[in-house]
T-cell receptor, first 109, second 114 residues
Framework: GEDVEQSLFLSVREGDSSVINCTYT??????LYWYKQEPGAGLQLLTY?????DMKQDQRLTVLLNKKDKHLSLRIADTQTGDSAIYFC?????????FGAGTQVVVTP | EAQVTQNPRYLITVTGKKLTVTCSQN?????MSWYRQDPGLGLRQIYY???????DKGDVPEGYKVSRKEKRNFPLILESPSPNQTSLYFC?????????????FGPGTRLTVL
């Protein structure tokens, strides 16, 4: 079947903006999420967006949703070294979650 | 402190020896879920539970069992573990169906099946 897809790696300079992209599978999914995983830890919810929204901004994070293309992106403004982690997008259909493989973000000085 | 606990954190076992990984949450959450994380595959949902005595299959339920006899606990049972079940396992919980509610993750259980 189809998978939630993400690019696997992103390198970004400290202070620049990061953009992580994701394509999801289920047009009936009502909620889409971005999670962050730091080494040796579980996942931490960063933000979510309801499927009838196009954009959501939360401090340094901006989520864009293109429902036609089933495309979700996460922009991190002014990326810091503490933003180095794996970022997962996920979709939720009535309690059943599907996650992407994760994007490893490395922030360089 | 609000938390999801899993035990054991690390386990090495042999093929066919039944094991249980426990998961407990102290937040009175209705929704609980088990995931496995494998390199390059992200997290895949094994089973989830909307409430006591209600469980549903995720994407990869084969070889696993769960039960939800009480709200706080959601054990994952491997009746006859096989090497392809070597993985990092996470339990998670949230108040609702994990929609706008934060899904709290446990610290993970690293399982190796020889």
């Amino acid at each position: 079947g189809e998978d939630v897809e993400q690019s696997l790696f992103l390198s970004v300079r400290e202070g620049d903006s990061s953009v992580i992209n994701c394509t999801y599978t289920d047009s009936s999914s009502t909620y889409l999420y971005w999670y962050k995983q730091e080494p040796g830890a579980g996942l931490q919810l960063l933000t979510y967006i309801f499927s009838n929204m196009d954009m959501k901004q939360d401090q340094r994070l901006t989520v864009l949703l293109n429902k036609k293309d089933k495309h979700l992106s996460l922009r991190i403004a002014d990326t810091q070294t503490g933003d180095s982690a794996i970022y997962f997008c996920a979709e939720n259909s009535w309690g059943k979650f599907q996650f992407g493989a994760g994007t490893q973000v490395v922030v360089t000085p | 402190e609000a938390q999801v606990t899993q035990n054991p954190r690390y386990l090495i076992t042999v093929t066919g020896k039944k094991l249980t990984v426990t998961c407990s949450q102290n937040m009175n959450h209705e929704y609980m879920s088990w995931y496995r994380q494998d390199p390059g595959l992200g997290l895949r949902q094994i089973y989830y539970s909307m409430n006591v005595e209600v469980t549903d299959k995720g994407d990869v339920p084969e070889g696993y069992k769960v039960s939800r006899k009480e709200k706080r606990n959601f054990p994952l049972i491997l009746e006859s573990p096989s090497p392809n079940q070597t993985s990092l396992y996470f339990c998670a919980s949230s108040q609702g169906q994990g929609r706008t509610d934060t899904q709290y993750f446990g610290p993970g259980t690293r399982l190796t099946v020889l």
